[in-house]
Nanobody, 125 residues
Framework: QVQLVESGGGLVQAGGSLRLSCAAS????????MGWYRQAPGKQRELVAF???????NYADSVKGRFTISRDNGKNTVYLQMNSLKPEDAAVYYC???????????????????WGQGTQVTVSS
């Protein structure tokens, strides 16, 4: 099982910055991809940024040029640097990891997705 713990959310003024962190722990064979989704009230959860560990990074169009995702594979941690924040960026941000939980899953070629509990980002105008 993989446990994901996010931190770094909070209240910031429009134009400000925040840095989110997500650390993975537990028992697993490997973590392939890690990234961030967000969900605002009344809206569906959406991709923000994802790092596919050798396969590049993906960003939502709405955050390109403002947000940067990075990973520390040695620490099984993913970060999201958010600059020039806008009120529309306010949401609960969720960390997601795609991991191979054990050797059996590796042999079968299967992965599982794991989610963190979420961290609130509030942007005041």
């Amino acid at each position: 099982q993989v446990q994901l713990v996010e931190s770094g959310g909070g209240l910031v003024q429009a134009g400000g910055s925040l840095r989110l962190s997500c650390a993975a722990s537990g028992s697993f064979f490997s973590i392939n991809a890690m990234g961030w989704y967000r969900q605002a009230p009344g809206k569906q959860r959406e991709l923000v940024a994802f790092d596919t560990s050798g396969g590049g990074t993906n960003y939502a169009d709405s955050v390109k040029g403002r947000f940067t995702i990075s990973r520390d594979n040695g620490k099984n941690t993913v970060y999201l640097q958010m600059n020039s924040l806008k009120p529309e960026d306010a949401a609960v941000y969720y960390c997601k990891a795609d991991a191979i939980p054990d050797i059996g899953a590796y042999v079968r070629g299967t992965m599982r997705g794991y989610w963190g509990q979420g961290t609130q980002v509030t942007v005041s105008s």
